[in-house]
């Protein structure tokens, strides 16, 4: 037996309907139409919001929704091999 890739057979055929029911399509239907609304208020807040956290919250939210968040990134030292395996026998493997 294979593992990973494409395999026949697999996945979702062709013109096969969706798993949505229709309750969950009207709702995503009815949120999209008070998205403008939504961003006006969130706009209001950044502009004229009571505190600062608020204003930047709310600043926050619509870059990020313009651009999606930012990826996180983490840094890693390579020279960390003989830790880690050194760690790894000591809780699995002890000597």
């Known amino acids: 037996m294979t593992r990973g890739g494409k395999r026949e057979g697999s996945g979702r055929k062709p ?7 229709p309750e969950e399509l009207n709702l995503i239907a009815a949120c999209k139409e008070k ?3 939504a961003l006006a ?6 502009l004229g919001g009571d505190n600062e956290r608020n204003r930047l919250a709310a600043a ?3 870059i ?5 968040k930012p990826k996180e990134t983490v ?4 020279q960390l091999s003989g830790r880690i395996e050194t760690i790894t026998r000591r809780i699995i493997r002890p000597k």
């Open 64 to 68: 990020e929704r313009a651009y999606g």
């Open 75 to 78: 840094e890693m030292d390579a």
């Open 41 to 46: 208020v969130i706009e209001s807040i950044m």
């Open 60 to 62: 926050q939210a619509i």
């Open 15 to 21: 013109g096969s309907l969706s798993k949505r029911t």
């Open 35 to 37: 998205t403008p609304a």
